[in-house]
């Protein structure tokens, strides 16, 4: 039972992780590929430090990796299930947007 409940909490850490519109962004950018610190610094418009605190949160629940390469650090994907993830959720969100529209449309 014990280690049923440290699986959930190690679940529920990754959901955290993804529940932040910000990190939520980095994910799907870096679904295409690898990306540069500087270039989710970029996509994402914030500072260093809070960028690097976002970074951080993902690599210690497991979604992402890091690999510096001389003055550079390098994120990718470390969980390859999670396109699928993001595929489906992207997936029932646009179908309730469609929902919405229709209902609206109808009045």
Do not use: W
Not at 29 to 39: I, M, P, S, T
């Amino acid at each position: 039972m014990l280690r049923h409940h440290q699986l959930l909490a190690e679940q529920a850490k990754i959901f955290k992780a993804l529940g932040h519109p910000s990190r939520l962004l980095m994910v799907h950018a870096l679904r295409e590929g690898e990306k540069c610190v500087c270039d989710l610094q970029s996509l994402i418009g914030a500072d260093m430090s809070t960028v690097s605190r976002h970074l951080a949160v993902l690599r210690e629940a497991g979604v992402v990796k890091s690999e510096k390469r001389g003055v550079n650090i390098y994120y990718t994907l470390a969980m390859c299930c999670l396109d699928t993830f993001l595929a489906c959720t992207s997936s029932l969100v646009e179908g309730r947007i469609r929902e919405k529209a229709d209902l609206l449309a109808e009045r």
